[in-house]
């Protein structure tokens, strides 16, 4: 069972796309915040990083920094799900050597979309 770790500081939210993954196979564990984060990924490495751009007054870019310098999170990739919707592509193209893969537009997110998001990356890392 592949193993996502889900940083949402959205209960709601994080709530409604951790079930979304589950349902489908997914092992999903989520946190609120980058510390959290960290913690959960040294005790146990995620297949794939589902995160929010702004987690309260912080944005989730330093830990994407921190997974680029230790050899067994850096391949580690990382799908973004944001209301900073403009320009998505240019952003996915600027943080790609953060391990950023995709980055979701949450206004218009779909179930469907963040599945198959999902899996196309899974299988990908896995290739």
Not at 75 to 91: F, M, Q, R
Request: overall charge negative; some cysteine; glycine content about 6%.
């Amino acid at each position: 069972m592949n193993k996502i770790l889900l940083i949402e500081d959205d209960h709601w939210l994080g709530d409604s796309y951790r079930q979304i993954l589950t349902a489908n196979g997914f092992d999903c564990q989520m946190v609120e915040g980058a510390e959290l984060a960290m913690h959960k990924i040294d005790s146990s490495l995620p297949d794939l990083i589902i995160a929010d751009v702004l987690l309260g007054d912080h944005t989730v870019v330093p830990l994407l920094h921190e997974l680029q310098t230790y050899e067994d999170t850096r391949s580690v990739p990382v799908i973004l799900c944001t209301s900073i919707s403009a320009g998505a592509g240019e952003l996915t193209k600027q943080l790609h050597s953060y391990g950023v893969v995709a980055v979701l537009d949450k206004a218009t997110l779909t179930p469907e979309t963040l599945l198959n998001t999902v899996r196309e990356h899974i299988h990908a890392a896995a290739d």
